[in-house]
């Protein structure tokens, strides 16, 4: 299964916080917001905007603070 990127809530650079919404994604079945798994800043967008991913993928990364 895959899942749409419809828009990223954070730019590169920006901070985040653990558990915080930065991506929001579409699959054929549902509408949701990923939360950072930890605190830091966005790093790279690794699937931009109207791009697909597999489920599970690795959307963007973050380096510690």
Do not use: F, N, R
Request: proline letters at 8%.
């Amino acid at each position: 299964e895959e899942a749409q990127v419809d828009t990223w809530l954070k730019a590169e650079g920006d901070s985040v916080a653990a558990g915080e919404p930065v991506v929001a994604i579409t699959t054929p079945k549902l509408t949701m917001e990923i939360e950072a798994p930890a605190s830091g800043t966005l790093a790279k967008i690794l699937i931009p905007v109207d791009e697909l991913a597999a489920v599970g993928a690795v959307l963007g990364t973050i380096e510690p603070a």
